[in-house]
Every structure is written in C-alpha cells, then in structure tokens.
C-alpha cells in the first residue's frame, strides 16, 4: 500500500510593482483596433466615433494588467 503526503502552501496574488494596467477595444465588424492606453476614457471615447462613423456597435474591451505571486511566510 502506498502513501501520498499532501503540502500546502499559502499564496497571495497582488499587482505586479512598476506595471500599469492597459487598455484597448477591436471591432466585432470590422479590423478597426484602438490603440492601447493606460485609461479607459480615449478607448471609450474611440469606440463611440467608430461607431458615429460606421454603424459599428459592438466592441471587444481589453484589460491587462500583470500580477506577481508570491509565497505567504
């Protein structure tokens, strides 16, 4: 009969130093891409003008950020 010995060990997830989260849109229509920024407020605003300029209603909103993890002691 074999034994398993099970170890667990606590981790926490926080945002990783010196990053900024980043933000960007794509059309769901068309190859229109906004560039990405570091505020959610010019994405908006561009998608809301492809959209005056196209018709085009629907967006992917993208939001990145990079976390670090780290052993809790």
């Given amino acids: 009969m074999s034994r398993k010995v099970y170890r667990y060990v606590s981790h926490t997830i ?16 068309c190859d229109w891409r906004d560039v990405q920024g570091d505020d959610s407020g010019p994405v908006d605003i561009a998608c809301m003008e492809h959209t005056g300029r196209t018709g085009h209603a629907g967006f992917r909103r993208i939001c990145t950020s990079f976390a670090l993890v780290t052993r809790d002691e």
Avoid at 14 to 29: I, K
């Fill in 14 to 29: 926080t945002a990783h130093p010196n990053t900024d989260v980043t933000y960007e849109a794509e059309c769901l229509r």
